[in-house]
């Protein structure tokens, strides 16, 4: 689902992403690890095509993000740390909101439908987004990936901040949207979360993807003597 082939970035001067090539099939999970400043989110903002590569190829899909910008962006959804959402309105309201932009017209019915899923509480619906935490936040973030139908999730350090509930719930999310084919691929710096959710991991390191692990068979604790070694 996810292709890039000798992907490179620079920034006066310094190689922000590094000759990085590697695949992402479709309903996996693709967690990538690194030390601040090591290239996750420019490999991230290179597939939004915020930011165009000196020189290599992404495919999403089988299709050059470069000629297939509309098609590109139907089926993408991009979850930000702190994922935008109008305070003045409420989950259900954001959700019809941003459904609307992306072309989607659904029932009030359907719009809890997709926020239940998302995993946020039935009470708190209605309630203005000003009111809520940011776990809460980004599950109407995730529910507006849904909503518009995206094959891929993209998301930036989608559990800072969250507390070991909401990760884990987070976890559970990802893991039911890749079994229904979603594609995610995430930067992320919590190592016990991707070791859960992740169907592979890729350690970056000064803008070179340096290792890339199937997370089967093995547990946090290798994965963090892994990285430290790696980094
Ligand atoms: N717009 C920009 N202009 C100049 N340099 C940039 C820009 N964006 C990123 N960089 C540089 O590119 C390198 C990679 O940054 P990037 O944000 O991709 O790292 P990261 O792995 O996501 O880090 P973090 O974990 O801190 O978010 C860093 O040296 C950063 O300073």
């Known amino acids: ?52 590569p000196d020189s290599g190829q992404i495919l999403i899909d089988n299709e050059e993000i470069e000629s297939n910008a509309t098609s590109i962006k139907e089926k993408t959804a991009y979850i930000p740390e702190t994922v935008q959402l ?31 899923k998302a995993g946020l509480q039935e009470e708190a619906h209605l309630q203005h987004l000003s009111t809520y935490s940011k776990g809460m936040r980004q599950k109407v973030g995730i529910a507006v990936a849904v909503a518009k139908n995206a094959d891929v999730i993209f998301m930036d350090e989608p559990t800072s901040g969250l507390d070991p509930k909401a990760s884990a719930e987070f976890t559970t999310t990802c893991k039911e949207l890749a079994k229904e084919g979603k594609t995610i691929f995430m ?45």
């Open 1 to 52: 689902m996810l292709i890039a082939k000798n992907l490179s970035k620079t920034y006066n001067g310094k190689k922000a992403v590094n000759n990085v090539s590697f695949q992402v099939e479709q309903g996996s999970i693709f967690c990538l690890l690194g030390q601040n400043g090591a290239g996750k989110t420019t490999t991230i903002n290179l597939f939004l095509g915020f930011i165009k």
């Open 187 to 231: 930067a992320t710096h919590d190592i016990f979360n991707a070791v859960h959710v992740g169907t592979t991991i890729g350690i970056m390191k000064e803008g070179s993807l340096v290792q890339q692990i199937k997370t089967s068979g093995i547990d946090a604790n290798q994965l963090k003597e892994l990285y430290l070694e790696t980094i």
């Open 86 to 116: 109008y305070g003045n309105l409420s989950g259900i309201e954001n959700l019809d909101f941003f459904s609307r932009l992306a072309g989607y017209k659904y029932s009030q019915e359907k719009l809890q439908e997709f926020l239940t």
